[in-house]
């Protein structure tokens, strides 16, 4: 059995309880040690084989898990976040159904909510946005023409930008394309939830030069919209005047 499992954004106390109970029951784990907290590794038994995906290829990892398998052995691919954003997972599990080798998944608590986390802030403010964008600047690995930062852009609503920390000349330029302004409130999170945590608040028009100014390269979010703002209204779930299943609303 291979447990596909998130190891969350960074600090161990926030993996799942369920994440936690199969990296103690594992016989082999394989972590993506670019990104995952090695002090999850702490919770492995003794005896348990580790390996380190940062310095595999897709084949080398499968070989791993067919042979933990063959063994009768338990795998646990240990993934950043929540592994269902970049994680790369699909084709994992894909050659596994290929090889008649069970797997299941345990979510994690994903970088992006630990990123609003870390700035008190809400991604679906009532008169601002009520839709998220997660997506990715172009670099290496090709984004779909119709999904381009500047096509999502065109939205004007809450955006999180993955990988994309070293490119913020190119991110700046192309949210410009679309309905946000120079104005616009953005923010950088490096590392969310780590003792290193940095938070930086910034507009679209000084993306590039606040990362500059902070050394923010890489592992970081790029986060944009109005919900960084001060302007929103109260929600009606609590208003004293909206009625819903459980309480009537007072005239």
Not at 57 to 76: C, D, I, S
Not at 145 to 159: F, K, L, N
């Amino acid at each position: 059995m291979v447990h596909f499992v998130g190891a969350g954004p960074g600090a161990p106390d926030l993996i799942t309880l369920r994440g936690w109970e199969h990296i103690r029951e594992a016989d082999v784990i394989i972590y993506a040690g670019s990104l995952v907290n090695p002090a999850l590794l702490k919770g492995a038994k003794e005896g348990c084989a580790v390996y380190n995906s940062a310095e595999m290829t897709l084949e080398e990892v499968l070989a791993v898990m067919e042979q933990a398998e063959g063994a009768g052995k338990t795998t646990v691919r240990l993934h950043t976040g929540d592994p269902c954003l970049y994680g790369a997972i699909r084709e994992q599990m894909d050659a596994l159904a290929a090889r008649g080798i069970l797997y299941d998944g345990t979510p994690g608590v994903s970088s992006f909510c630990a990123a609003a986390a870390a700035l008190g802030a809400e991604y679906t403010l009532p008169g601002v946005s009520q839709s998220v964008i997660i997506t990715r600047m172009v670099g290496r690995t090709p984004v779909p023409e119709r999904e381009s930062v500047a096509a999502m852009a065109a939205h004007g609503t809450s955006m999180v930008l993955f990988l994309s920390s070293g490119l913020l000349e190119e991110v700046q330029g192309e949210l410009l394309k679309g309905a946000y302004t120079q104005d616009t409130p953005a923010a950088l999170v490096y590392k969310a939830s780590w003792p290193e945590e940095k938070t930086v608040y910034c507009t679209v028009g000084t993306l590039a030069e606040t990362g500059r100014a902070h050394g923010i390269q890489k592992t970081a979010l790029v986060l944009v919209g109005g919900f960084l703002g001060a302007e929103y209204q109260r929600s009606k779930l609590y208003d004293p005047q909206f009625t819903t299943g459980y309480r009537e609303g007072r005239q």
